[in-house]
Structures are given as structure tokens and as C-alpha cells.
């Protein structure tokens, strides 16, 4: 059974840097193909994809936060760590960590989310 | 201003059956497939059609999805009241992102 769990601060303050963290199991990503992606979705809105990592190491971005945004993985450990930086109200979101089995796949499962809230 | 484009609304009666539709473009939709996630009040999203048609073990058979040139559509039939959710569609864009759809929330009337 697959199961992912995000965590980190649930408030941070403009112009901060948030750091969460994917924490998994059930699978590996060193195994070919696997990914972890991070989404995120502010309070009463729609779904949105942040960034992805691959087994080997392949990462992707969001195009519009690309600048702001750094993932890692850390397969010793099963996690995968997002850093976003320059925090803004606007960034306040549930942010979530999910599975992919194949390249540009669906994602599946996905963690519980984690709510962060940016706020002086 | 989401990148794929859904009804942000949709209901009908217990046993009817509803339809969703989902738009995009030639660089998402036109040319690789589309996911539908379920988001149930207060969970986090949960996977309900992969690779346009197909349901995940332990998706009822009432769920169903379909693809034509830049569109999508999720049907269920049989609608039941566990059935009010928010629905996305999803397809990964030539541009080599994620997009999603607006979400549309479903009503069970």
C-alpha cells in the first residue's frame, strides 16, 4: 500500500521560505519511472501542479513559479523536499504530495494535504 | 484562469445520469490523455479515470470517461448522493507541465 504524507510549517511570513516535506511509502523512487509530484490548492480554488521529480533524478516546474521553486529527493530517507521561496499571501494553500507510476502519468495516491498559511 | 476549461457547476437527481465536460488544446488534451480526480468536501483529491477511459481498482463502473480531439467528458450514471464531490479533469501539456481544470462541484439534488 502506497501512502505519502506531507509536513512543515503550517504559517510563515512574507518574503520567507517555505520548505515541505513528502514522506512516503510503499514504494521507491529509485525504482524506474516512479515520480513524486507536489500540487497545491488555495482555499476554495482549483487544483495546481507545482513541480515533479523522477526516479533518476529528471525534475520539472511549474513555468509560472519555476524561479521561486527547488525539489529535491532523498531516496535513503523516502521523502522529497519542495522549496519555495519569497512567500506571499497568495501562495496560502493546501499543499499536496502524490505517486506517479509512469512518465507524465496520473498521480495517484495523493497525501492528505498540508495547509500552509502565509501571514505577517 | 485555469488551462483546461470545465462548467464550474453540475447536479442532478439520484439515479440520473450527469456529464462533465473538460476543454483544452491541442498541446494537452489533442494530444495526450486525460485524468479525472475526485475531491470529496474537506479530502484530498483522489484518482477516478486514468488514460481517458480507464477506472482504478475500486471505482465503481457508473464512472466513465471518454475523449474527442480537445475535449474530454466524465460521465456517471447512476448518480448517488456520495457522489457530491468537486471534479477535475487533468492532462500533462506539451509545454511539459501539469494543467488542471477549474473544478466543477456537483450536486446531488
Known amino acids: 500500500q502506497i501512502t505519502l504524507k506531507e509536513s512543515g510549517p503550517t504559517l510563515v511570513k512574507p518574503t520567507q521560505t517555505l520548505t515541505l516535506t513528502c514522506t512516503f511509502s510503499g514504494f521507491s523512487l529509485s525504482t524506474s519511472e516512479v515520480g513524486v509530484g507536489w500540487f497545491r490548492q488555495p482555499p476554495g480554488k482549483a487544483l495546481e501542479w507545482l513541480a515533479l521529480?523522477?526516479?533518476?533524478?529528471?525534475?520539472r516546474y511549474s513555468p509560472s513559479l519555476k524561479m521561486r521553486l527547488t525539489i529535491t529527493k532523498d531516496t535513503s530517507k523516502n521523502q522529497v523536499v519542495l522549496v519555495m521561496t519569497n512567500m506571499d499571501p497568495v501562495d496560502t494553500a493546501t499543499y499536496y504530495c502524490?505517486?506517479?507510476?509512469?512518465?507524465?502519468?496520473?498521480?495517484?495516491?495523493w497525501g492528505q494535504g498540508a495547509l500552509v498559511t502565509v501571514s505577517s | 484562469q485555469s488551462v483546461l476549461t470545465q462548467p464550474p457547476s453540475a447536479s442532478g437527481t439520484p439515479g440520473q445520469r450527469v456529464t462533465i465536460s473538460c476543454s483544452g488544446s491541442?498541446?494537452?488534451?489533442?494530444?495526450?490523455?486525460v485524468n479525472w480526480y475526485q475531491q470529496l468536501p474537506g479530502t484530498a483529491p483522489k484518482l477516478l479515470i486514468y488514460?481517458?477511459?480507464q477506472r482504478p481498482s475500486g471505482v465503481p463502473d457508473r464512472f466513465s470517461g471518454s475523449k474527442s480531439g480537445t475535449s474530454a467528458s466524465l460521465a456517471i450514471g447512476g448518480l448517488q448522493s456520495e457522489d457530491e464531490a468537486d471534479y477535475y479533469c487533468a492532462a500533462w501539456d506539451d509545454s511539459l507541465m501539469e494543467v488542471f481544470g477549474g473544478g466543477t462541484k456537483l450536486t446531488v439534488l
Open positions: 491541442s498541446s494537452n488534451i489533442g494530444t495526450n490523455t
Open positions: 502524490a505517486h506517479s507510476n509512469t512518465i507524465f502519468a496520473e498521480f495517484d495516491p
Open positions: 521529480i523522477y526516479w533518476n533524478d529528471d525534475k
Open positions: 488514460s481517458n477511459n
